[in-house]
């Protein structure tokens, strides 16, 4: 009984609006006789990683999947902390069940390290290309954000409705495919495709990509992933506004510089809050 | 004690976002003492059927449900997978309350092989008449989809919005009750009226009923599903895009054949993804 | 621990899409030392009605809050089934919380048969009224429909979209309180407002209230609840529809009717999902 | 075992349609084995204030957080009952975990009283400001409302749908802060840009903020909770109508002052229900 309660504990129950997940897994575990093995820290699975740079990406994977900004496809990517000629990625399944374990690395050509037979993402080629051409970019999220996609097939531009998604102030291209590779299967499933895709962001944190999805691109995990979730919100803000009729008044450029600062120093109040919604889903 | 754990393993507890769910069917298997039967792999109620078309036929008809794509009506079938003349489908019930054992047999006639006084759907003959004119079609599923029905009543067509439902590139034809058989209930509750459905179906993909839903056709009931969920999604963001003003750039039909291919290849990520969040609602 | 099993299996935990809160309940029940008496079936609170009448009050009232047709306010009345000049309500208290045991008798004036000290609702009058001026009406719903509140402000008409809301296509009036009454609180809490609420319904299934939200009637307390979640679902349809662009083809009078007709064979198949979803939030 | 009951009895499970949540506390509750210190009446984190104050502003913050009225960000505040010139608002965490301990007092000029190290809300200017100019005011919310946020950069005016948000129809003006501050962070981070925000409110009960979200104001905790709750709910349904096309048929002004009178009366209906919801999420 005590091994029992000491594992919960382990799981940080404490507070939570979706306790009831929570608890029901604290039975799970109680039940299943596997309680303190399944709650400790897991040992890193990519050698030189810290478990926290892992534990960021699945805690984005899967918080994306609950926002439903992912479905059973897209990825949460970061560079390697001390290689920067690598990245980390999940092995190819849906995001919703990614856990550390199914993180592997990548070369900057899309090679996987040490694939030991897991199978990998079609489109890690938008990863690799990115990394490439941003040395300032240490994480990559690809969605297929349903906010978003409208604004991937029409003239109207994405622009930032409110402060959290101010660093959409500085412009959201559009990349199209079938300007320069004519009809294709739509994925970015070479280098070529993800060096073109690459240059179409340029300097900015997304690219939204013609009846595909959006890419966000930011300093750290976190980031990327906050920033793939208020593109979301701010597109579907965005065609409200445009619904209601005659003018929008956006924020400037200035302004959306100014409070993308704010955003950093804010980020893990928001971070803290889905961390605990998403770690009881993690105790196997 | 010993068997409720391993009662417990049979669930595949291990990941997923919807942990509460199979943790609370973990208590009441283990509260109400039936663990071991129910939890076993069940014995194929219909004769010369495998156990795993019938599971996709569950899984199919509840998701649907899960992502309210059904709500209480409609239904997911299967081709007979030795005899080509004969169909396998739910008796008269809400899909998020389909089971194995509630799978009857159908000949393409519409009549129940077997019906032991089980009452069937009226509109069993969407589903017989489709498998008659189109034998590569081996799964139908016919929704009441939110998203669809709006275009069900307009003169806009449907058309593919991103790579996933690139299958409607080829086109969605939406058939009008009305007109070959005036004032009727909506209703496709004879072979006549299945029959002209069919023939506005053609080669495609989907076709839409106007004032009632839609029907999805594929090789296999997983990839009709797909196609349910996908339409659903589809139309959503197409009404959105559309709302935005302006022309909205499709995906052409070269496109959509292209990308297509790629939906059979990842199939599977998703289809697991949904798998494990609806065994938890089949333990009894 | 045999008590406690029998406890639960009079929740019927069988077969629900909602098992988690079932088994919750389920926990509830066992830890709580409550079981038996709470799980039993009730003695039915209102002399000479039948348990059955009451629980459909319930599930009606707890299954449009789930939907969120109703959110705190709104109310689902029966006329009662051996007196026709009383009906049956329940104090006031939020749908979702509505037990057997909070329903209440009235007559026709609005007047508590047994008050008993309770609280009952302002608006009982728009019930009183229509049981008076409708002999076949056995059921009122008043909703705060967040789906057709717009439409109870526009010109545009609510109209039948597809087979399920076939009632819409007789009609569905919109009431002014403003126009006989001047500016008022909006609320029906007098006779005289009741009883010209009930001519505009008219012979109806529909009427929508200005500024308000709609109340809709049945031959039975599950028709007029199905006819209340299907308004909400049809003016969302109908919206989408309409922002689509162009004409929008909607049901005529005559497979109106016809399809009506279908939705009473059909109702126990939708009653029975809903039912199971709510039952479990039944148990104390 | 006695002492787990009675644990369970206070967090009060018997009626509620969260049930699951609720019954999952209560697993926690058992099986961590701090039950008995969790479960009781907390004692008051702020000297001299009454400790249902401050459950009305933690189930005030969760609520919002639960309906997606608010995100990670936004806050709930009190004025102090008995110190008219301090307010009180939780240390700067995502909604959703406030919890009565979280709860600092401050001074008009948003000096934390007695900070013990804790971070406060860069935004509590809103408050002190609102408080100052405002001697009827007894609590403020300020949310990123996405109903509303659309409202905020266009010229349409947020006007009273129905008679549960009919505080709208007194007006709800626009604050800009670009007009008098030019580019900024938008956020009101200082007794300045405080104190032109209250300006703009003047004597109404919402103000909105450009390209920012709302505050309301109310004689009460639970009445500003419910007006940013109902505000949120009146823009979406706004859009809605005016996506019909033609003219919308507002609630005059003297019908929104009758309204509002009632939603005093009704007010403890609906906050019940919100209660019952959050408090399982509150058990430690």
């Not at 013609?210 to 065609?239: C, E, I, W």
């Not at 924020?251 to 605990?276: C, H, Q, S, Y």
Request: hydrophobic letters at 50%.
């Amino acid at each position: 009984m005590i091994k029992i309660c000491r594992a919960i504990w382990v799981m940080r129950f404490d507070a939570s609006d979706r306790l009831a997940r929570l608890a029901a897994v604290a039975v799970v575990v109680l039940l299943s006789g596997v309680a303190e093995t399944s709650a400790q820290t897991p040992s890193t699975p990519v050698a030189g990683v810290d478990a926290a740079l892992l534990d960021d990406i699945v805690i984005g994977s899967r918080i994306l999947a609950d926002f439903g900004v992912l479905d059973g496809f897209g990825h949460v990517s970061a560079r390697h902390p001390t290689n920067p000629n690598h990245f980390l990625m999940a092995r190819s399944l849906a995001p919703a069940l990614v856990t550390a374990d199914d993180i592997m690395e990548f070369d900057l050509d899309g090679n996987a390290v040490d694939a030991r037979g897991r199978t990998v993402f079609l489109e890690r080629f938008i990863h690799s290309e990115i990394y490439k051409a941003r040395p300032d970019v240490m994480s990559v999220v690809h969605t297929h954000s349903p906010g978003v996609i409208p604004f991937t097939v029409t003239k109207v531009p994405l622009r930032a409705m409110f402060h959290n998604p101010s660093f959409l102030a500085a412009g959201a291209p559009v990349w199209d495919i079938r300007k320069d590779f004519g009809e294709t299967n739509m994925l970015v499933s070479d280098s070529a495709l993800g060096k073109s895709l690459a240059q179409t962001l340029g300097d900015k944190s997304v690219v939204l990509m013609r009846g595909h999805g959006d890419v966000t691109v930011a300093p750290s995990v976190k980031m990327a992933v906050f920033r793939a979730y208020y593109t979301d919100v701010n597109a579907k803000l965005q065609s409200q506004a445009i619904a209601l009729g005659g003018e929008v008044n956006y924020l400037t450029p200035g302004e959306g510089e100014k409070a993308d600062k704010v955003n950093f120093i804010v980020l893990d109040r928001i971070w803290n809050l889905w961390r605990m919604r998403i770690l009881p889903t993690l105790a196997k």
